[in-house]
């Protein structure tokens, strides 16, 4: 059955409702890596009242989901649709990775982004998995981190269903599945970055 407008109202107001959704409006923007330009603060918060990213967006799109798009109907697929959502998803992607990382470099520590080969405890071997690669690692004198980003749209469909708080905390339990073991070899933890689209 089809989302009515009032269930996409619903989840909206939950996600913007959370305590933390609200601090990029009242972050000071003292470091560069916290300014926005205005195109991008429009988007933001464009996203955020749940209308199209953009004035000026196709009115529809080429799955058969959604023939019709504005800002009355179903604003929020362009980030969902599993069609088109690619480059715009890795874009986002990268973008969360690099400001994070920046962030880190401007706390004084040196994260590694998105290594091609992690060194291991025997420096002539190379690691058993190479495609489980966090997306940062970041080592330090007091331990390694290995830094995973993943934004979650709580208007997806399947996101609906669960609600995107348990949707946040499964994905987040995933990542440290899925690196549990490499995390081991570096005595380092897991910190999984998951985000909800909405109010990221
Ligand atoms: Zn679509």
New binding site residues.
Partial sequence: MAASKSDYERICRESCSNRRARCWLTTTPKEKQRLMSNQQFAVAIRTRLNLMPFANMPKG???K??AKLDDLSRPS?PHC?T??KGPGVTTRHNTITQTLASLVRAAGLTPAVELRELPTADSSEKSKEPSRRPDIMIWSAAETLLVDVTVLHPLARSHMRTGIVPAMAARAKKKRDRYAELAKCYSGRVVPFVLDALVC
């Fill in positions: 799109c080429i799955c989901n959604a697929h649709c069609k088109t």
